[in-house]
């Protein structure tokens, strides 16, 4: 029988299976309240008795992350982390330091299997999507292990989130909580590569959350070079999408646009990209690519970028920022800590 995953409930869910096991409902409330203040085994939960402990032991069970790598930049203070779950398998979140407040990124899945060329999550394809206890159990492990209060999160490190949607809908829910850890929607971004269907589900649920669209090209041939997506929703697809979102939610939209060095960066480019976003409600995040191995994709000069985001500025009105790179002495973007470690397995 396979057991309860206690960290991926709601309180009423916890309340009901205290009921299931012959206690007393207010016995789902301590266990909800020993969790979020770090239990990792029921015994330590404060107040439970013992008995009642050792049968959740038995139905029950409070997933557990250890840290395996972890990597601290000498220059920003960023902390990249490989955290091995219980099966072995490996997800990667980076915790990084803005004057707003303290910001981690997190996995959804092992491994992706969207295929984006510029991307080392993709490379070993989709291993698993990861249960809601597994996403907040790294921004817990990164409280932990920082000892700093995580304020923002950025779900766009390994996987496609609305890949993974049920899943990711009941961390977002549980991460909100305010006994749990009282994360704001609107302190949380969501990153997809434009899963047309999905987004307009996430559209119905009218979450006050930050949706990032990941663009990276002006059109669909572009785009489909780069973004196997493309071949299944066209940019005007996804623009259409997009729209859709925000005029169910209100919400501005943040397109993400990894600039490659002579593939997407010309001001030829820019202005494509000027005119589709033109008249929206938008910001462009660019985001000058991380150079992986397999690829010999080489990130745009900073005379390319400039007149990028000039020609966008000017020409469209729009808003665009160059993301800046944190912890860049230490290694492994998105993906690439876990895709080592596979490569000393083999």
Avoid: W
């Avoid at 700093?148 to 991460?175: A, T």
């Avoid at 971004?189 to 959350?209: H, P, W, Y």
């Avoid at 985001?309 to 290694?331: C, F, M, P, Q, W």
Wanted: glycine share 6%; hydrophobic share 40%; proline share 2%.
């Amino acid at each position: 029988m396979e057991k309860a995953d206690v960290l991926s409930m709601f309180p009423e869910e916890l309340e009901q299976l205290a009921l299931d096991l012959g206690e007393k409902k207010f016995r789902g409330k301590q266990i909800f309240d020993g969790l979020y203040h770090g239990a990792e085994h029921f015994s330590e939960i404060k107040g439970l008795p013992a008995v009642f402990a050792a049968k959740l032991e038995e139905y029950a069970e409070i997933r557990s992350a250890v840290t395996e790598r972890k990597l601290v930049s000498q220059i920003d203070g960023t902390v990249k982390f490989l955290f091995c779950l219980q099966d072995g398998e490996a997800v990667q979140s980076v915790f990084m330091r803005y004057k707003h407040g303290n910001t981690v990124c997190i996995s959804t899945q092992v491994g992706c299997r969207m295929g984006c060329s510029f991307c080392a999550s993709t490379k070993a394809g989709l291993r698993r999507s990861l249960l809601p206890s597994e996403m907040l159990l790294q921004v817990m492990k990164a409280e932990k292990e920082t000892g700093e209060k995580v304020s923002n999160i950025v779900l766009m490190g390994m996987g496609e989130p609305l890949d993974n949607y049920d899943n990711v809908m009941k961390f977002l829910r549980l991460v909100n909580l305010e006994k749990g850890m009282n994360i704001g929607m609107r302190h949380i971004s969501l990153s997809t590569c434009g899963l047309v269907e999905k987004m307009d589900r996430l559209a119905e649920e009218n979450l006050q959350i930050t949706l990032s669209v990941s663009l990276h090209a002006p059109n669909t041939e572009k785009r489909k070079a780069i973004m196997p997506i493309a071949n299944k929703y066209s940019v005007e697809e996804l623009m259409a999408a997009c729209d859709r979102y925000t005029a169910k939610t209100g919400r501005r939209i943040s397109y993400e646009y990894a600039l490659i060095a002579g593939v997407n960066d010309t001001v030829a480019d820019a202005h494509e990209v000027g005119r589709l976003l033109a008249g929206r409600l938008a910001h462009l995040n660019l985001i000058p690519v991380n150079p992986i191995k397999e690829r010999d994709f080489k990130k745009s000069g900073q005379d390319a970028i400039k007149k990028f985001v000039e020609t966008v500025e000017n020409n469209y009105h729009i808003s665009a920022t160059v993301r800046r790179k944190l912890g860049s002495d230490i290694d492994a973007s998105c993906g690439q800590l876990r895709a080592r470690r596979e490569e000393e397995k083999q």
